[in-house]
Protein backbone atom coordinates (compact mmCIF):
# COMPACT_ATOMS: atom_id res chain seq x y z
CA UNK A 1 0.00 0.00 0.00
CA UNK A 2 1.77 2.94 -1.48
CA UNK A 3 0.81 6.22 0.13
CA UNK A 4 2.75 8.50 -1.45
CA UNK A 5 3.07 7.89 -4.80
CA UNK A 6 5.58 9.48 -8.17
CA UNK A 7 3.62 8.24 -10.73
CA UNK A 8 6.64 9.76 -13.30
CA UNK A 9 9.92 7.76 -12.73
CA UNK A 10 11.76 9.56 -15.10
CA UNK A 11 11.47 13.57 -16.41
CA UNK A 12 13.51 15.16 -19.13
CA UNK A 13 13.85 19.03 -19.26
CA UNK A 14 15.63 21.45 -21.30
CA UNK A 15 18.39 23.60 -19.78
CA UNK A 16 16.62 26.85 -18.79
CA UNK A 17 13.21 25.20 -18.76
CA UNK A 18 10.54 24.88 -15.88
CA UNK A 19 10.89 21.31 -14.52
CA UNK A 20 7.84 19.67 -12.53
CA UNK A 21 7.78 16.95 -10.73
CA UNK A 22 4.58 15.41 -8.89
CA UNK A 23 3.55 13.76 -6.16
CA UNK A 24 0.23 12.39 -4.92
CA UNK A 25 -0.90 10.85 -1.18
CA UNK A 26 -3.44 8.23 0.07
CA UNK A 27 -3.33 9.89 3.82
CA UNK A 28 -4.67 12.89 4.42
CA UNK A 29 -3.16 13.02 7.89
CA UNK A 30 0.36 13.62 6.90
CA UNK A 31 1.00 17.13 8.46
CA UNK A 32 4.46 18.23 6.73
CA UNK A 33 5.62 17.26 3.22
CA UNK A 34 9.81 16.90 1.88
CA UNK A 35 11.54 17.02 -1.33
CA UNK A 36 14.85 15.39 -0.72
CA UNK A 37 17.20 15.21 -4.20
CA UNK A 38 19.70 12.63 -4.36
CA UNK A 39 23.18 11.80 -6.70
CA UNK A 40 24.24 8.09 -7.54
CA UNK A 41 25.77 6.55 -4.61
CA UNK A 42 25.32 9.28 -2.33
CA UNK A 43 22.63 9.96 0.11
CA UNK A 44 19.55 12.32 -0.12
CA UNK A 45 20.11 15.74 0.44
CA UNK A 46 17.06 17.64 1.94
CA UNK A 47 16.27 20.29 -0.90
CA UNK A 48 12.75 21.79 0.58
CA UNK A 49 9.81 21.05 2.71
CA UNK A 50 5.94 22.49 3.53
CA UNK A 51 3.48 22.46 5.79
CA UNK A 52 0.47 21.23 5.80
CA UNK A 53 -1.32 24.33 6.80
CA UNK A 54 0.10 26.47 4.07
CA UNK A 55 0.24 25.92 -0.37
CA UNK A 56 3.22 27.52 -1.21
CA UNK A 57 6.79 27.12 -0.08
CA UNK A 58 9.89 28.78 -2.55
CA UNK A 59 13.14 28.72 -1.84
CA UNK A 60 15.17 30.45 -4.73
CA UNK A 61 14.99 28.48 -8.13
CA UNK A 62 12.50 25.34 -6.11
CA UNK A 63 8.96 26.31 -5.11
CA UNK A 64 6.53 23.48 -3.83
CA UNK A 65 3.33 23.55 -3.81
CA UNK A 66 0.67 21.40 -1.91
CA UNK A 67 -2.86 20.96 -3.30
CA UNK A 68 -4.56 18.94 -0.20
CA UNK A 69 -8.25 18.51 -1.72
CA UNK A 70 -6.26 17.24 -4.68
CA UNK A 71 -3.82 14.97 -1.99
CA UNK A 72 -1.16 16.76 -4.20
CA UNK A 73 2.35 18.30 -4.43
CA UNK A 74 4.51 19.42 -6.86
CA UNK A 75 8.18 20.67 -7.12
CA UNK A 76 8.82 23.58 -9.78
CA UNK A 77 12.47 24.14 -10.50
CA UNK A 78 12.95 27.43 -12.71
CA UNK A 79 15.39 27.51 -14.16
CA UNK A 80 16.26 24.25 -14.94
CA UNK A 81 20.12 23.73 -14.58
CA UNK A 82 21.91 20.68 -15.63
CA UNK A 83 23.21 20.38 -11.83
CA UNK A 84 19.70 19.56 -10.92
CA UNK A 85 19.67 16.20 -13.02
CA UNK A 86 19.25 13.42 -9.87
CA UNK A 87 16.69 11.54 -8.42
CA UNK A 88 14.31 13.17 -6.51
CA UNK A 89 11.93 11.62 -3.54
CA UNK A 90 9.00 13.68 -1.98
CA UNK A 91 8.40 12.42 1.60
CA UNK A 92 5.88 12.78 4.07
CA UNK A 93 5.66 12.80 7.80
CA UNK A 94 2.64 10.85 9.77
CA UNK A 95 3.59 12.05 13.12
CA UNK A 96 5.27 13.79 15.82
CA UNK A 97 7.73 10.69 15.69
CA UNK A 98 9.55 12.00 12.12
CA UNK A 99 8.99 9.08 10.62
CA UNK A 100 9.44 9.59 6.51
CA UNK A 101 7.55 7.94 3.85
CA UNK A 102 9.12 8.55 1.09
CA UNK A 103 8.08 8.13 -2.56
CA UNK A 104 9.30 6.23 -5.44
CA UNK A 105 12.01 9.16 -7.00
CA UNK A 106 11.36 10.68 -10.24
CA UNK A 107 14.99 11.02 -12.21
CA UNK A 108 15.19 13.80 -13.49
CA UNK A 109 17.51 14.70 -16.31
CA UNK A 110 18.49 18.72 -17.45
CA UNK A 111 19.83 18.61 -20.97
CA UNK A 112 22.11 21.32 -22.18
CA UNK B 1 32.90 18.37 10.49
CA UNK B 2 29.64 17.28 11.50
CA UNK B 3 28.15 14.66 9.56
CA UNK B 4 27.07 10.88 9.51
CA UNK B 5 28.88 8.54 8.62
CA UNK B 6 28.19 4.92 7.04
CA UNK B 7 31.37 2.95 6.61
CA UNK B 8 32.25 1.03 4.54
CA UNK B 9 30.70 2.39 0.83
CA UNK B 10 30.73 -0.77 -0.58
CA UNK B 11 30.02 -4.66 1.56
CA UNK B 12 29.94 -8.34 0.07
CA UNK B 13 29.73 -11.06 2.22
CA UNK B 14 28.71 -14.68 1.37
CA UNK B 15 25.24 -15.76 1.58
CA UNK B 16 24.40 -17.00 5.07
CA UNK B 17 26.78 -14.68 6.96
CA UNK B 18 25.04 -11.83 9.28
CA UNK B 19 26.76 -8.51 8.72
CA UNK B 20 26.59 -5.64 10.36
CA UNK B 21 26.75 -1.68 8.99
CA UNK B 22 28.24 1.09 11.05
CA UNK B 23 26.52 4.16 11.42
CA UNK B 24 27.75 7.36 13.84
CA UNK B 25 27.19 10.58 13.97
CA UNK B 26 28.12 13.38 15.42
CA UNK B 27 25.70 16.06 15.33
CA UNK B 28 23.75 15.18 19.03
CA UNK B 29 20.59 14.17 17.93
CA UNK B 30 18.32 11.87 19.39
CA UNK B 31 16.73 10.05 16.28
CA UNK B 32 18.04 8.01 13.85
CA UNK B 33 16.88 6.24 11.10
CA UNK B 34 18.01 2.92 9.05
CA UNK B 35 16.19 2.72 5.40
CA UNK B 36 16.92 0.73 2.52
CA UNK B 37 17.03 1.68 -1.59
CA UNK B 38 15.63 -0.61 -4.22
CA UNK B 39 15.53 0.18 -7.88
CA UNK B 40 12.15 1.89 -8.33
CA UNK B 41 10.94 1.47 -4.31
CA UNK B 42 12.26 4.86 -3.11
CA UNK B 43 13.26 4.62 0.36
CA UNK B 44 11.79 2.25 3.00
CA UNK B 45 11.94 2.25 6.70
CA UNK B 46 13.76 -0.50 8.50
CA UNK B 47 14.42 0.50 12.06
CA UNK B 48 14.06 3.90 13.66
CA UNK B 49 15.06 4.96 16.95
CA UNK B 50 14.04 7.87 19.06
CA UNK B 51 16.25 8.16 22.02
CA UNK B 52 19.41 5.71 23.22
CA UNK B 53 18.55 2.35 24.40
CA UNK B 54 15.12 2.52 22.53
CA UNK B 55 14.15 1.06 18.99
CA UNK B 56 10.88 0.36 16.93
CA UNK B 57 10.50 -1.87 13.70
CA UNK B 58 10.04 0.31 10.52
CA UNK B 59 7.60 -1.38 7.75
CA UNK B 60 10.67 -3.72 6.63
CA UNK B 61 12.11 -5.48 9.92
CA UNK B 62 12.38 -9.04 9.18
CA UNK B 63 15.73 -10.52 8.85
CA UNK B 64 16.94 -6.92 10.56
CA UNK B 65 18.42 -6.21 13.72
CA UNK B 66 19.51 -2.75 15.73
CA UNK B 67 20.91 -1.76 18.73
CA UNK B 68 21.25 1.88 20.25
CA UNK B 69 23.67 1.73 22.94
CA UNK B 70 25.26 5.11 22.48
CA UNK B 71 23.92 8.08 21.23
CA UNK B 72 26.27 8.35 18.38
CA UNK B 73 25.94 5.22 17.05
CA UNK B 74 23.12 3.02 15.65
CA UNK B 75 24.52 -0.02 13.65
CA UNK B 76 22.41 -2.19 11.63
CA UNK B 77 22.77 -5.98 11.45
CA UNK B 78 21.41 -7.78 8.37
CA UNK B 79 21.06 -11.59 9.38
CA UNK B 80 20.82 -14.35 7.14
CA UNK B 81 16.89 -14.06 7.74
CA UNK B 82 16.91 -11.52 5.58
CA UNK B 83 15.70 -13.24 2.14
CA UNK B 84 17.17 -10.49 -0.46
CA UNK B 85 19.84 -8.50 1.28
CA UNK B 86 21.30 -6.67 -1.56
CA UNK B 87 20.54 -3.50 -1.38
CA UNK B 88 21.26 0.38 -1.07
CA UNK B 89 21.14 0.61 2.64
CA UNK B 90 20.97 4.72 3.80
CA UNK B 91 20.72 6.04 7.78
CA UNK B 92 20.00 9.26 8.86
CA UNK B 93 19.37 11.46 12.06
CA UNK B 94 17.11 14.16 12.94
CA UNK B 95 16.86 17.13 15.10
CA UNK B 96 14.08 17.82 16.73
CA UNK B 97 11.25 19.30 14.31
CA UNK B 98 13.89 19.34 11.40
CA UNK B 99 14.73 17.44 8.42
CA UNK B 100 16.29 14.19 8.45
CA UNK B 101 20.23 13.96 7.20
CA UNK B 102 21.40 10.48 5.36
CA UNK B 103 24.79 9.46 5.39
CA UNK B 104 26.25 8.66 2.00
CA UNK B 105 25.04 5.04 2.16
CA UNK B 106 26.35 1.57 2.29
CA UNK B 107 25.71 -0.85 -0.94
CA UNK B 108 25.59 -4.40 0.40
CA UNK B 109 25.89 -7.51 -2.23
CA UNK B 110 25.61 -10.85 -1.28
CA UNK B 111 27.91 -13.44 -3.19
Known amino acids: DQQVKQNSPSLSVQEGRISILNCDYT??????FLWYKKYPAEGPTFLIS?????DKNEDGRFTVFLNKSAKHLSLHIVPSQPGDSAVYFC???????????FGQGTELSVKP | DGGITQSPKYLFRKEGQNVTLSCEQN?????MYWYRQDPGQGLRLIYY???????QKGDIAEGYSVSREKKESFPLTVTSAQKNPTAFYLC??????????FGDGTRLSIL
Open chain 2, 92 to 101: ASRPPNQPQH
Open chain 1, 27 to 32: NSMFDY
Open chain 1, 50 to 54: ISSIK
Open chain 1, 91 to 101: AAILYQGGKLI
Open chain 2, 27 to 31: LNHDA
Open chain 2, 49 to 55: SQIVNDF
